[in-house]
């Protein structure tokens, strides 16, 4: 026996019935309060944490320059003008589960900002060695 589809009347009431506005963003739309929208709003949740991974560069000046820089954050515990651009070649999300996991192969060298300690393979990345046992043994 086939089943006959939802009739317009059935979906209406069930809109009406079922809360589809669990953060309310309409209300918020309302009243332009765009800025507390964008902060309830996420389609797709996030829940990555940014890491910085200082993998191997294949220029020795730009790899002691960014050295250098994760030092001086390091030893100031927070972030200049303009670092976030300088090291945004080096982050990669970590998912915040995954990163709990394994948190002793990362340090926060300033708020906000993880430093991954642990392996980097350029093929697998982080997360594919995380957990391989193999990767323990020297």
Do not use: C, K
């Not at 009431?13 to 953060?23: E, N």
């Not at 996420?42 to 960014?66: G, N």
């Amino acid at each position: 026996m086939r089943q006959r589809p939802l009739s317009l009347h059935h979906i209406s009431r069930m809109y009406r019935v079922v809360s589809t506005d669990q953060f309310e963003i309409q209300r918020l739309r309302a009243a332009l309060d765009y800025p507390e929208v964008a902060e309830r709003f996420r389609l797709i949740p996030d829940d990555t944490v940014p890491v910085v991974v200082p993998y191997e560069e294949s220029e020795p000046r730009e790899e002691a320059a960014r050295n250098r820089l994760l030092s001086r954050i390091r030893r100031e515990g927070f972030l200049r003008p303009g670092d976030q651009r300088r090291l945004q070649p080096y982050v990669v999300g970590l998912r915040r589960r995954e990163l709990d996991r394994v948190a002793w192969m990362s340090e926060e060298i300033a708020e906000g900002v993880r430093l991954w300690t642990g392996v980097y393979d350029p093929l697998r990345g982080v997360s594919a060695m995380m957990f391989d046992p193999a990767d323990l043994v020297w």
